[in-house]
């Protein structure tokens, strides 16, 4: 079992719709997680990171945590097509809120069409 | 605002000869982390430095290894190519709660 696992993809998505991706992990010591996007052959782009349990709202992007549950979901409000890419969730599983090496899960496509 | 650099951005290689990808921080950057990334894969940490000391090392192989120069550029020097080192391999930027990828470097080893 992977540290870091994600929703089965692809995930497909109509412009304007709420995209919802998800997240497991399984070390409970594991304190800070974040949301990358990567396009095709780029590097990944940090979206956002949480540390708290609850909801962490970026624009159109809020993060949610429930580390009784060790869940981590990304939902993405008015999807538009620029929104088309893989989006990894990682962990720092050494505790502590900082980056420290990160833990990926494997990534969702994410498709959003006109 | 300054960004990550990586060179060479693409590299291509022969089975069992060497590579030398190099990182340049974010100016006031602490911290660098090595990432390869297989094709269809996600981010596996190889080795982090801070302040110039190695500070945690990952999956990386014995043929691989890093380091952290007086000016905070990294190079990760890897030895006996092999094909399944073909990869995507960044570096990450880091200070306290900001943290940058590189574009990356496309090792390709044939």
């Known amino acids: 079992q992977k540290e870091v696992e994600q929703n089965s993809g692809p995930l497909s998505v109509p412009e304007g719709a709420i995209a919802s991706l998800n997240c497991t992990y399984s070390?409970?010591?594991?304190?800070?997680f974040f949301w990358y996007r990567q396009y095709s052959g780029k590097s990944p782009e940090l979206i956002m990171f949480?540390?708290?349990?609850g909801d962490k709202e970026d624009g159109r992007f809020t993060a949610q945590l429930n580390k009784a549950s060790q869940y981590v979901s990304l939902l993405i409000r008015d999807s538009q097509p620029s929104d088309s890419a893989t989006y990894l969730c990682?962990?720092?599983?050494?505790?502590?809120?900082?980056?420290?090496?990160?833990?990926f899960g494997q990534g969702t496509i994410l498709t959003v069409h006109p | 605002a300054a960004g990550v650099i990586q060179s060479p951005r693409h590299l291509i290689k022969e089975k069992r000869e060497t590579a030398t990808l190099k990182c340049y921080p974010i100016?006031?950057?602490?911290?660098v982390y090595w990432y390869q990334q297989g094709p269809g894969q996600d981010p596996q940490f190889l080795i982090s430095?801070?302040?110039?000391?190695?500070?945690d090392k990952g999956s990386i192989p014995d043929r691989f290894s890093a380091q952290q120069f007086s000016d905070y550029h990294s190079e990760l020097n890897m030895s006996s190519l092999e094909l399944g080192d073909s990869a995507l391999y960044f570096c990450a930027s880091t200070r306290r709660d900001t943290q940058y990828f590189g574009p990356g470097t496309r090792l390709t080893v044939l």
């Open positions: 990682a962990v720092n599983p050494a505790g502590g809120t900082s980056y420290g090496k990160l833990t």
């Open positions: 949480i540390y708290s349990n």
């Open positions: 430095f801070y302040e110039k000391m190695q500070s």
């Open positions: 100016p006031r950057h602490d911290t």
């Open positions: 070390d409970r010591g594991s304190q800070s």
